[in-house]
Each structure stands twice: as structure tokens, then as C-alpha cells.
């Protein structure tokens, strides 16, 4: 493998993870086998075109030519962009934990207030989503608004308020807009041709 295919290689990789994507997960979206998706990570297969084009699309990332005077200017802003993205998703993930913890002092502290397990079963559905898709400002929101809960004349309105905030995050996560892809080709429902040989 060439080195600018390499680099395009992790590159791909990189952006998966920052994601928050499996290999499973991305091959779900882009519609290139998980088994391709492994190859052209581990560097064992020259990338194809049209696989290129479908990971780019499914990662919200654009391919274009770019004049060699402008590559550096080009990586400056593409490294800045992407540590913002991992950021966001790192501060997101540790209000996910430290949620977790405080429904768990919640439990503890509160065994027989039936509210804890509705919050419990509702944060559970808020963990099945992707972290990327998550911002912190609304997690940590939440947070407040349970820890609120431990002081009894709060307790009631401290819950109602947290399962609001829940639903909030939810459906926002939910309804976010897809990457624009309004220059992208339509994409078939299938293939007749099976990409083995390809990445």
C-alpha cells in the first residue's frame, strides 16, 4: 500500500472511531462489507473508488482535489474540526458516567421512591444512542436536575423535570439532521456485484 493511500486509510479509520462507529456499524451505513471496511483499516487492500466514495459519504466526510499549496491550510483546518468533534464526544461520554453514578447514589439513597427506576429505565434508552449525537451541555443539564432529587421537597419536581430533560435529549438526538447530501448520487437498494476483491 502507498503511503497517501495509507494515510487515507487512517484517516478513515480515525474518523470511525471519533464517530463512535464500529466497523459493523459504519459498513451498516455506508453499505461496504464489515470484512472490506477491516482490510482497507489494516492497510491489505488498494481502495476503490466507489468504496472510497460510500465510507467518505457515511463518515460526513467530502473528497475533493486540492491544490498542493493548499494542503497544509487544508489539514490545519481538518485537525481543528476533528479535535473539536472528539472533544464533544469525550466531554459527552463522562456526563453519561457521571449520570450513571448519580442514579446509582440514587438508588441507594432512595430505594423505595419508584421514580428512580423509571429514570434508570429512561436513561438506559438515552445510552443506546451514538455519542457523537449527544452534547454535553444538555447532559450535564440533566445531571443537576437529578442530583436535585436527593432533597425531598425537590423530589417530585426534580424527577419530572429530569424525564423531560431525558425526552428533550432523546428526540433532539433522534431528529438531527442528516449530513447533506444533496450532491451525493443516489445510492441502489443493492448490488448485483459482490466487491470481494475491492475495498
Given at each position: 500500500?502507498?503511503?497517501?493511500?495509507?494515510?487515507?486509510?487512517?484517516?478513515?479509520?480515525a474518523a470511525r472511531q471519533a464517530k463512535g462507529l464500529s466497523q459493523r456499524d459504519l459498513s451498516a451505513l455506508?453499505?461496504?462489507?464489515?470484512?472490506?471496511?477491516?482490510?482497507?483499516e489494516a492497510g491489505a487492500v488498494?481502495?476503490?473508488?466507489?468504496?472510497?466514495?460510500?465510507?467518505?459519504?457515511?463518515?460526513?466526510?467530502?473528497l475533493a482535489l486540492v491544490p498542493r499549496k493548499a494542503v497544509p491550510a487544508v489539514r490545519s483546518l481538518s485537525r481543528q474540526i476533528t479535535a473539536s468533534q472528539h472533544s464533544g464526544a469525550i466531554a459527552a461520554q463522562r456526563e453519561m458516567e457521571r449520570i450513571n453514578d448519580v442514579i446509582r447514589n440514587l438508588q441507594i439513597?432512595?430505594?423505595?421512591?419508584?421514580?428512580?427506576?423509571?429514570?434508570?429505565?429512561?436513561?438506559?434508552?438515552?445510552?443506546?444512542?451514538?455519542?457523537?449525537?449527544?452534547?454535553p451541555e444538555g447532559l450535564r443539564e440533566l445531571r443537576h436536575a437529578m442530583e436535585e432529587m436527593t432533597r425531598p421537597a425537590k423530589q417530585?419536581?426534580?424527577?419530572?423535570?429530569s424525564i423531560s430533560l431525558m425526552r428533550t435529549i432523546r428526540n433532539k438526538a433522534a431528529h438531527a439532521p442528516m449530513p447533506d447530501t444533496a450532491d451525493a448520487p443516489p445510492r441502489p437498494a443493492?448490488?448485483?456485484?459482490?466487491?470481494?476483491d475491492d475495498a
Open positions: 500500500m502507498t503511503y497517501a493511500a495509507q494515510a487515507i486509510a487512517e484517516r478513515l479509520q455506508a453499505g461496504v462489507p464489515q470484512a472490506q471496511i477491516s482490510r482497507i488498494d481502495l476503490r473508488l466507489s468504496s472510497l466514495v460510500a465510507l467518505a459519504n457515511a463518515l460526513d466526510l467530502e439513597s432512595m430505594p423505595k421512591f419508584e421514580g428512580v427506576d423509571q429514570i434508570r429505565k429512561s436513561f438506559a434508552d438515552l445510552q443506546r444512542l451514538k455519542l457523537p449525537v449527544l452534547e417530585l419536581a426534580a424527577m419530572n423535570k443493492y448490488s448485483l456485484d459482490e466487491e470481494d
